[in-house]
């Protein structure tokens, strides 16, 4: 069992930046694609970005790519995902994801974290 804890989360104004963060309880954390999805009030969980070993295995959404840029510290079992450029529409809560391979569905990922509110206001 691998539990995922998001962080960083917060409100800020359009035009501005955060950075999230996804720590994993597992040792093996390299071993494991990372996703992040988002939700929104009313809305279904969307895909954002997800990413493996590198850039040939990095797949971002278009409505992000550009903007949002994912890494990941393998030493420290942390994914991190850092927005930039925040619109109202990226209002969501955040969650991490962790898998066996880099999908776009959130039902090929294992392990999820709860979630984390970014609000973006005008």
């Known amino acids: 069992q691998v539990q995922l804890v998001e962080t960083g989360g917060g409100s800020v104004q359009a035009g501005d930046s955060l950075s999230l963060s996804c720590a994993a309880s597992?040792?093996?954390?390299?071993?494991?694609?990372i996703g992040w999805f988002r939700q929104a009030p009313g809305k279904e969980r969307e895909f954002v970005v997800a990413?493996?070993?590198?850039?040939?295995?990095?797949y971002y959404a278009d409505s992000v790519k550009g903007r949002f840029t994912v890494s990941r510290d393998n030493a420290k079992n942390t994914a991190y995902l850092q927005m930039n450029n925040l619109q109202p529409e990226d209002t969501a809560t955040y969650y991490c994801?962790?898998?066996?391979?880099?999908?776009?569905?959130?039902?090929?990922?294992?392990?999820w974290g709860q979630g984390t509110q970014v609000t973006v206001s005008s």
């Open positions: 994801a962790a898998g066996w391979d880099t999908s776009r569905l959130d039902r090929d990922y294992i392990y």
């Open positions: 597992t040792r093996s954390f390299n071993n494991y694609a």
């Open positions: 990413f493996f070993r590198g850039a040939a295995t990095t």
